[in-house]
């Protein structure tokens, strides 16, 4: 251990430039960790806030925003199903949002009976009561400024219809452009012009002492013309949309591989150059009758010392920057164990790195010392 830090404090130039280079690898993969991480939370965001147990969405709907109708006779055949508790309806789409100051701006438009849980925003007159609200819209705190509703109430247009923001409300913060917005069922059908005996989803609860999946199983029975998905599968289906079929999560994946090739490059070449410049004092050590495993350890040694002390300043930056980062994206999100595994992926990329260091470490001959 002496000797490892003695090789790598004498030049702390280059040592400061291994750290520099983890610590930024480290920074990148936690980062965009937490970016892909908070995408797929957000994916799911819509799904994940009912309570609901099983979904019934149309057959081949690939994610919760671009939802397609079903028939509303759904819902009676799905109560007729022994162990339904309850099944409530959601609409869901696209609408023009008309602001104060006459600009319009596409959003991503919500209702849902309030059925579907006391966790989704729906606006309630009063918490104690399931009444709505008329005309009342909610909106996501990161999209209050571009919305013009930053202070409540505000009157304004859905699809020329008259409505007014009563609530800012979080953790529904927009990742593919357009805001979510949240209604009650009633006027988001107004607000869609969604035909009487059509709805968009239908979210069943599952009684006490009834088997999720086998109630399942009787609702695909009875209705062979839907998907009918519970609600993990479903919200599992979304992100799995936007990550793999939308490219967007490929592409924060693939930054934050190329920031561990960055780390591995930067390291394998800084361990690589200290390990050339004290080959002498590794032929000494096999001179005097060193064991490999005590060389091979001096090598390691430096690798793992560089990497936990980049990876600590890595991920002391970390935090900061994602604080600083969410009032321009409210949605990401770094969960307790990304930092912890990062750890374990920047210290694998130092041990990757001194593997080259380590055969030229063994390869050096006792008798170099005698030349030297």
């Given at each position: ?65 671009f939802a397609t109708p079903l028939p509303k006779r759904f819902r009676e055949i799905s109560m007729g199903v022994p162990g339904v508790e309850s099944a409530s309806r959601m609409a869901v789409g696209f609408a023009v949002w008309r602001k104060p100051s006459g600009m319009s701006q596409l959003v991503l438009l919500v209702g849902a009976e309030s059925g579907v849980g006391p966790r989704f925003p729906i606006p309630y007159i009063n918490p104690n009561t399931t009444a709505a609200i008329p005309d009342a819209i909610l909106v996501d705190r990161s999209n209050a400024f571009s919305l013009e509703s930053v202070t409540v109430p505000v009157s304004l247009e859905v699809n020329q219809r ?211």
């Amino acid at each position: 251990m002496r000797l490892a830090w003695r090789n790598l404090s004498h030049d702390r130039l280059r040592f400061a430039v291994t750290i520099i280079g983890i610590a930024f690898a480290v920074f990148l993969m936690v980062f965009q960790g937490s970016l892909l991480t908070g995408f797929l939370r957000a994916a799911a965001s819509g799904i994940n806030a009912t309570d609901g147990d099983i979904w019934i969405v149309a057959r081949g709907v690939q994610c919760f925003e671009f939802a397609t109708p079903l028939p509303k006779r759904f819902r009676e055949i799905s109560m007729g199903v022994p162990g339904v508790e309850s099944a409530s309806r959601m609409a869901v789409g696209f609408a023009v949002w008309r602001k104060p100051s006459g600009m319009s701006q596409l959003v991503l438009l919500v209702g849902a009976e309030s059925g579907v849980g006391p966790r989704f925003p729906i606006p309630y007159i009063n918490p104690n009561t399931t009444a709505a609200i008329p005309d009342a819209i909610l909106v996501d705190r990161s999209n209050a400024f571009s919305l013009e509703s930053v202070t409540v109430p505000v009157s304004l247009e859905v699809n020329q219809r008259r409505a007014k923001t009563v609530e800012i409300i979080d953790g529904f913060g927009s990742f593919f452009g357009a805001p979510y917005v949240f209604t009650s069922y009633a006027d988001a059908t107004r607000y869609l012009d969604v035909p009487q005996e059509e709805t968009f989803y239908i979210i069943v609860k599952v009684a006490n002492g009834y088997d999720v999946k086998t109630v399942q199983r009787e609702l695909t029975a009875r209705l062979p013309d839907a998907d009918v998905l519970t609600r993990e599968e479903f919200a599992r289906r979304s992100q799995l949309f936007w990550v793999i079929k939308t490219g967007a999560g490929g592409a924060l994946l693939l930054a934050a591989l190329l920031a561990w090739l960055v780390g591995l490059v930067i390291v394998s070449q800084n361990i690589y150059a200290t390990t050339m410049e004290n080959l002498e004092e590794y032929a000494t050590l096999k001179a005097i009758g060193a064991p490999r495993r005590y060389i091979r350890g001096v090598v390691l040694t430096q690798a793992l010392v560089s990497g936990v002390i980049g990876s600590c300043a890595g991920l002391i930056a970390v935090f900061p920057a994602a604080d600083a980062i969410t009032e321009m994206i409210s949605w990401i999100y770094t969960p307790w164990w990304l930092p912890v595994m990062m750890i374990g992926v920047g210290l694998l990329m130092c041990c990757l790195a001194s593997i080259v260091s380590i055969r030229k470490a063994l390869s050096v001959e006792p008798a170099r010392v005698f030349r030297a």
